[in-house]
């Protein structure tokens, strides 16, 4: 579908200027579709400069996902449990994809990636932005035959995968903010939502969709509404995309196998060690209210502390806003 | 109920050869069966009120109490909240909402989200049939148990 666009991408990936003429005869298309096929890449998010008498040369080289890569690359026991992996050039979400398919398709262990995603999003309907070969956007699909006790601690658990994957790959001063969004010095790293359908203490089926910025155009990081950071920004070498989402599966299926097996608990004191906002004053909104208080950290079964009035009180849903240092 | 506990009363009915043991303590019961297929128990805790299968669902500040589900039993089919969440009509902001009234409804149909946790948990209708009403408005906290929608069964 997308095949034009993606031969074209893995033509040009290694940064180099490559003319009209030599990627028209490599493709066997015409330079007018080569053209065309340089404005698709660039309205989905990846600049590509384009110099008469040079041809077209991506603003910075990219790695495109590949699905042997990635599988070489995870631990063994990662590999028993990631039956199918499938990379995507274009898709609207790839939580969405997982989703449609559980009614219809044996989906537990399955690992769907994008290079891009159109209507990648966050909590109620925020979106998230993940820019073509710049991000990395995955959803892995598993099934509990009966819903484990630990259920409400996955959302805080797969933060723990995510944060154990950036250490690993050298990163420094990641946090970890209620319930599991990734923040390295106050600016977001990466996201993680997670959609679940069954029953509390019987079937369920869950979708643990993560979004992590990984090379961010400058552009884009100046058109979001917060404040962003990428991987390679804050790495002083250059990390290999594909090792990166190894890692991090190889992670997520370690959390999944632990949640499934009961051998989780201890998972709540490594996200504690990445909780860097306890003390810090902050605002929790939900729908339709806002609570100020003072950040306590979380109890043993994931729920937020947050002193209010003198009181710490419970909590389970909202998000967090913070109040900036002054 | 402490987890401890209940790994000891697993232990304990391993060693003996009864089939099944039910501990009610306070509020708490739990049940753990040895099922024929299977070689290890199976284990179903039960709490009462807002603590599911171990799963962190107290809410904050607590709501009034939640009506009971005999209430609209006589105006048709209740499906009631599984967990203590907020309720979400529709799929985003953006998007329709799921189900309204007078919608046929299938069984397996997803009637609404509830979040908590940072996660979202699609609702299904365990029923078929036509929506006769939405009892929570978009947004709302919900209460384990909290009557949600009342559907006429087909």
Redesign the interface.
Known sequence: MHKGQFDLLSAIADGHFHSGQELAAKLKVSRAAIWKSIKQIESLGLPVEAVRGKGYCLVAPVELLSEDLIKASLTSQAKQYCNNIEVLFKTSSTNAIL?NQL?TAEVHGKVVLAEYQSEG?G???KKWVSPLASGISLSVAWHFD???????????YMGVAVARTLLQSGLIDVSLKW??DVVVNDKKLGG??????G???GPVDVVVGIGLNYNLPSKIISDIDQAVCDICNLSNKRLSRNYIVATLLSNVFEVLHDVQAGVS?KLIDEWRQFDHYRGREAKLV???KKIEGVLKGV?D???LLMLVDGVV?????GEISLRLKQ | MDIRKVKKLIELLEESGIAEIEIHEGEESVRISRGSTLAAPQTMIQVPQSTQAGEAVKMHPASEESTPKADFADEGHVVTSPMVGIYYSSPSPEEPEFVSRGSSIKTGEVLCIIEAMKIMNQIESDVSGKLIRALVENGEAVEYGQPLFIIDPS
């Open positions: 989703l009614a999003r909590r109620r309907g009966i819903a484990p006790g630990a259920l409400g601690l996955l959302s805080l319930p599991n993680i939502l997670l959609e679940l359908r029953e509390a203490s608990t939900m729908s339709d109890d079964q994931g729920q009180e419970r909590y389970t849903a």
